[in-house]
T-cell receptor
Framework: DAGITQSPRHKVTETGTPVTLRCHQT?????MYWYRQDPGHGLRLIHY???????DKGEVSDGYSVSRSKTEDFLLTLESATSSQTSVYFC??????????????FGPGTRLTVT | QQQVKQSPQSLIVQKGGISIINCAYE??????FPWYQQFPGKGPALLIA?????SEKKEGRFTISFNKSAKQFSLHIMDSQPGDSATYFC???????????FGAGTTVTVRA
């Protein structure tokens, strides 16, 4: 999985609790992304980062926030988890330069269940 | 609203047969079209990609066909093998914008 780890790999939490998912990369790639995967929807971009402390919203960002204080770590936070946020969350990375930023490499995923 | 529409949702093919997955888009600003393969419990992995300056790209048993005028592209898996059983996603990205828009996915089952 291209030097990408995600933690935790599985989590069950209750509605209304905060949750933070971590993505860690050892590739020193500039770009990092958070997606959620749901049946019938493919992968949908939540937030992305184009550098340390540089982040922006994706197509399904409501209810999520992110932070990137180091190149290697990208955190996704659900401020107050809801059942609609039950999903599988994937982190991805891509490097910069010569069109390589288009080639995204994915982590193993985190399965989150909100009860 | 999904910017890339993928079909079929699932397909079953016999070993040695050809699997064909189709994708269509509307946004003419898209200029990079990758395909990802995902096995159960794993993250998607980049399989093959094409840019609109070519009509076809082949890597081993996997071929992308691209029709710019119809705004469609497809993945052909030749001589399908049981190990090809997976979910396949098409995607698209605009020039200068590295974010990907994904199709809904196609689950391919290859029967031995």
């Amino acid at each position: 999985d291209a030097g990408i780890t995600q933690s935790p790999r599985h989590k069950v939490t209750e509605t209304g609790t905060p949750v933070t998912l971590r993505c860690h990369q050892t590739e020193n790639h500039r770009y990092m992304y958070w997606y959620r995967q749901d049946p019938g929807h493919g992968l949908r971009l939540i937030h992305y980062s184009y550098g340390v402390k540089d982040t922006d919203k994706g197509e399904v960002s409501d209810g999520y926030s992110v932070s990137r204080s180091k190149t290697e770590d990208f955190l996704l936070t659900l401020e107050s988890a809801t059942s609609s946020q039950t999903s599988v969350y994937f982190c991805a990375i891509s490097e910069s330069g010569s069109g390589r930023q288009y080639e995204q490499y994915f982590g193993p995923g985190t399965r989150l269940t909100v009860t | 609203q999904q910017q890339v529409k993928q079909s079929p949702q699932s397909l079953i093919v016999q070993k040695g047969g050809i699997s064909i997955i189709n994708c269509a888009y509307e946004n003419t600003a898209f200029d990079y079209f990758p395909w990802y393969q995902q096995f159960p419990g794993k993250g998607p992995a980049l399989l093959i990609a094409i840019r609109p300056d070519v009509s076809e790209k082949k890597e081993g048993r996997f071929t992308i066909s691209f029709n710019k005028s119809a705004k469609q592209f497809s993945l052909h898996i030749m001589d399908s093998q049981p190990g090809d059983s997976a979910t396949y996603f098409c995607a698209a990205s605009k020039r200068g914008d590295y974010k990907l828009s994904f199709g809904a996915g196609t689950t391919v089952t290859v029967r031995a």
